[in-house]
C-alpha cells in the first residue's frame, strides 16, 4: 500500500544543462515521444513530494532551448544564474523551502517512491542530506536542507566541485550529516547504470522505453527497467558495470 503524504516545505527540483562533455544537450534528445527532460519530469510529478517539479536551469544562451521547452509545456522552470548551483539555492530561497529533493535530467528512470523517501527522511530527522543507496545508477534522488545547499554555495569555488556537489558533500561527512537509507531489496542492483551519460546509455534507455508498458502512474518504472534488462542478455551486457551481475527480480 501506498501511504506517502505530502511534504510541505520541501521543493522537487530537476536540474538540467545542455553541456555534457561526452552528450552535449542530453536533456532534449528525444525519448518515447517526448525528451528526456520531460520523462524526469513525468515521472517526478508522481513523488507526492510537494507541487509540481521546478527545471532549474542556468540563464546562460546555451541553456536557452532548455527554458523554450519548459515555458512551451508549461513546466515550471527557473534561471535565475549562469551557475547550477546557485540557481538551485536561489531557487529554493523564492520557493521559501526548508529542504530540497533534485533529481538531474540525466536520470530517466529515477524512482519517484525512492525520491520521497529521501525528503521524507531529511524532514522527519533534520539531517543535511539523505538518499537511497544500492540503487542502479540514476535510480536514486538527493534531498538537502537549503542550509546545506547554501553552505556548499559558499565553500565551494572549484567549477568542477561545483557541477559534483553530492560527490563532495559525501566525502566530507565528518562536517554534514548524510544518511544513507538501504534501497528495497528488488531494486538493489548497484551494479547497473540507467543514467543518461554517453551516446550507448541512451540506446539502453530508448531500449527500454519502447519495450516496458507504462504503470499505473503513467511512467516506465525503475523495477520494470531492472526485469527487463536481466531478462536481455544486450541489455545487461550495456547496462552491467561489473563483471558478474545475480539477477534476483528476473
Same mark, same amino acid.
Given at each position: ?65 532548455? $527554458?523554450?521547452? %519548459? =515555458?512551451?509545456?508549461?513546466? /515550471? ?6 551557475? @547550477?548551483?546557485?540557481? +538551485? ?85 565528518? $562536517?554534514?550529516? %548524510? =544518511?544513507?537509507?538501504?534501497? /528495497? ?6 551494479? @547497473?547504470?540507467?543514467? +543518461? ?54
Amino acid at each position: 500500500m501506498d501511504d506517502r503524504k505530502m511534504l510541505p516545505g520541501v521543493m522537487l527540483a530537476v536540474t538540467a544543462s545542455m553541456s555534457s562533455r561526452l552528450l552535449p544537450g542530453k536533456a532534449l534528445l528525444p525519448l518515447n515521444n517526448t525528451t528526456v527532460l520531460e520523462q524526469v519530469v513525468k515521472r517526478m510529478r508522481t513523488a507526492w513530494v510537494g507541487a509540481d517539479p521546478v527545471v532549474v536551469t542556468t540563464d546562460s544562451p546555451a541553456d536557452a532551448p532548455i $527554458r523554450y521547452l %519548459c =515555458a512551451c509545456q508549461n513546466i /515550471p522552470c527557473s534561471a535565475s544564474s549562469n551557475d @547550477l548551483l546557485e540557481a +538551485l539555492l536561489v531557487t529554493a530561497r523564492q520557493y521559501e523551502a526548508t529542504a530540497v529533493v533534485r533529481v538531474p535530467a540525466c536520470d530517466p528512470l529515477s524512482d519517484p517512491k525512492m525520491a520521497w523517501a529521501a525528503g521524507y527522511f531529511l524532514q522527519d530527522s533534520e539531517m543535511d542530506f539523505a538518499t537511497v543507496q544500492q540503487l542502479p545508477i540514476g535510480g536514486a534522488a538527493d534531498a538537502l536542507s537549503v542550509s546545506t545547499i547554501s553552505e556548499l554555495h559558499n565553500q565551494l569555488i572549484d567549477p568542477i566541485l561545483r557541477n559534483n556537489f553530492t560527490s563532495y558533500l559525501l566525502s566530507d561527512r565528518n $562536517r554534514f550529516d %548524510c =544518511a544513507l537509507l538501504p534501497a /528495497p531489496v528488488r531494486l538493489r542492483y548497484p551494479e @547497473l547504470n540507467l543514467r +543518461l551519460v554517453t551516446e550507448e546509455d541512451f540506446w539502453l534507455l530508448k531500449q527500454l522505453f519502447s519495450l516496458i508498458a507504462e504503470d499505473e502512474y503513467g511512467v516506465v518504472s525503475l523495477e520494470s527497467a531492472i526485469k527487463a534488462v536481466c531478462n536481455d542478455s544486450r541489455l545487461l551486457r550495456q547496462a552491467n558495470l561489473g563483471d558478474t551481475l545475480v539477477c534476483r527480480a528476473a
